[in-house]
């Protein structure tokens, strides 16, 4: 019985160490994907259905998964942005993610998805619907050790290393646990249609400048080297909360903009 | 370290004790809900509130098998089989007012759980096929393999998973935050076109097609294999499948016990 306990444990411990390196988890990806479906119009969440066969959050975290898998072993490094020692997004690198999510959208704006075969206009959604969520993600965007070593420190977890990356990652659900998407999508500010379109504007390169601000100038001092997650202040939980919050609501707003802006007629 | 070791063990034998973890079953039953007539879901509805109130055994899952022979025929009279339990469920539901409330809630009970296992592919044992009779331990490659050898080892994760396990409960965790109304909706999107097939036919026809999705599997589902994501991608899709298909025929049996 022992025995099967501690199989049983181990078991589920690989398993949680599985997801544990993805941007957002895979509960942050899901919410993102769902909460922007839950802002597309009917006709543009028609389209989106008609391509992918499927939900757009179901295919949230596919990109995590197909990265390891051939031919998809290609996007392994679009997941996130490089930023230069001078704080600023590298424009133009082809091993980054916001490159290819402005790629994307250039090859299927103005129509021009249309002249594509089914299976294109689907993997590239599927790669828009993970990429975008994974560009609002403080954690990442890529500072280099060299130029950047301030930011790369661990944090504690009831006193053992928590590595800063793991925590932000999942930060979404961080003291909210049972929380659904259904719940988080009723938590997140709604915004006016000209609110929205503010906030949508720009390119996958301004949208990752200001994750790397948000990193820079707020996650950094809300959790500072050292910050034990099981031992913080209400308000600092708070504050947590209010960054992943907006950089959710960002990503699934403009998430809803680039499937517009793609199928709107 | 040890009490948090000990909290996620029984929390995953929470979970094992049970066919698909709760948020697809929750799911599959939705959707059954959505196809069953008037009548039937007055039934299912009454059925679920006297499970509330009346004591009752719950179905034995753990060790439940569907037999299936060589030719992939469900031909027992097993008491302990899935197809066999299912049919005396429905017996009883058919003429339920010939039976008790405890044995009413408890065919209920038991055609709820059974259907799922009936379709749970580690649930189906094949004659002449050794590996589908007995669960068995295998290594899952994760996902942060990366495409470059030199870092593969640095990234890859992997994990001890059980067949039956694979099968009952681990790709929810690529949808974590799902609700059951969510998964039921991205199911019956996905599988609508299925369903007026899947709720034709008898259970035992069921248990055969069942046996035609397993038998293949073994060709390479064997103990101590290693198992890439690539695969499990595409299981994936099959579980879904099948939790459509169990929904499906959930809702197909109710209209048919109420007529
Ligand atoms: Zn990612």
């Known amino acids: ?265 | 370290m040890k009490k948090i070791f000990l909290v996620i063990a029984f929390v995953a034998m929470a979970f094992s004790a049970k066919a698909w973890s709760s948020v697809v079953n929750g799911a599959s039953f939705h959707i059954a809900k959505k196809y069953m007539t008037k009548e039937a879901l007055a039934e299912y509805n009454r059925l679920v509130a006297l499970r509330k109130t009346v004591e009752h055994n719950s179905a034995e899952v753990k060790d439940a098998k569907v037999m299936l022979d060589a030719e992939l025929r469900s031909t027992t009279t097993c008491e302990k089989d899935v197809v066999v339990r299912i049919e005396r469920a429905i017996e009883v539901l058919r003429n339920s007012a010939k039976y008790t409330d405890k044995e009413q809630c408890e065919a209920f009970v038991t055609l709820r759980q059974m259907l799922i296992k009936l379709h749970t592919i580690s649930t189906i044992a094949i004659e002449g096929v050794e590996h589908s009779h007995h669960d068995f331990e295998f290594t899952w490659s994760g996902n942060r393999e990366g495409p470059s050898p030199d870092k593969r080892d640095k990234y890859e994760t992997r994990g001890k998973l059980t067949w039956s396990k694979m099968w009952n409960s681990s790709f929810c965790g690529w949808h974590q935050g799902w609700s059951s109304n969510y998964y039921a909706y991205d199911i019956d999107l996905r599988f609508g076109r299925i369903r007026e097939q899947a709720m034709q036919g008898t259970v035992r026809d069921w248990a055969h097609e069942v046996g035609e999705r397993a038998k293949p599997m073994y060709e390479w589902a064997k103990p101590d294999m290693l198992l890439r994501n690539e695969p499990r991608l595409r299981l994936e899709d099959i579980h879904l499948e099948m939790v459509a298909r169990s929904a499906y025929r959930l809702a197909a049996i109710m209209n048919s016990v109420v007529k």
């Open chain 1, 1 to 265: 019985m022992k025995n099967r306990v501690l199989k049983i444990a181990l078991v589920v411990v690989a398993l949680c160490v599985g997801t544990r390196a993805l941007a957002w988890e895979n509960i942050g990806h899901a919410v993102i994907a769902y909460n922007a479906e839950r802002l597309l119009d009917p006709e543009v969440k028609a389209k989106c259905r008609h391509y992918l066969k499927a939900s757009i959050p179901f295919y949230a975290t596919w990109m995590d998964q197909a990265r390891s898998i051939e031919p998809y072993t290609v996007c392994d490094k679009w997941h996130s942005t490089n930023i230069d020692a001078k704080y600023k997004v590298v424009v133009g690198s082809p091993t980054t993610g916001a490159y290819h999510i402005e790629r994307i959208r250039k090859e299927m704006a103005n129509g021009a998805y249309k002249t594509m075969s089914d299976s294109l206009v689907k993997i590239n959604l599927q790669y828009l619907i993970h990429m975008v969520g994974d560009h609002h993600c403080p954690v990442h965007v890529r500072w280099s050790k060299e130029e950047h070593p301030q930011f790369h420190y661990s944090l504690l977890s009831n006193g053992k290393k928590l590595h800063t990356h793991g925590f932000w990652d999942g930060a979404i659900a961080f003291k909210r646990r049972n929380w659904r998407a259904e719940k988080h999508f009723d938590h997140m500010q709604k915004l006016s249609p000209k609110q929205a379109k503010k906030m949508q504007k720009g390119t996958a390169y301004d949208w990752t400048q200001e994750t790397a601000d948000v990193w820079r100038k707020h996650c950094f001092y809300a959790m500072p080297a050292g910050t034990d997650r099981a031992k913080m202040s209400s308000e600092d939980v708070a504050t947590v909360h209010a960054i992943v919050d907006k950089q959710v609501q960002r990503a699934a707003y403009r998430l809803a903009g680039v499937l517009t802006e793609i199928f709107k007629e």
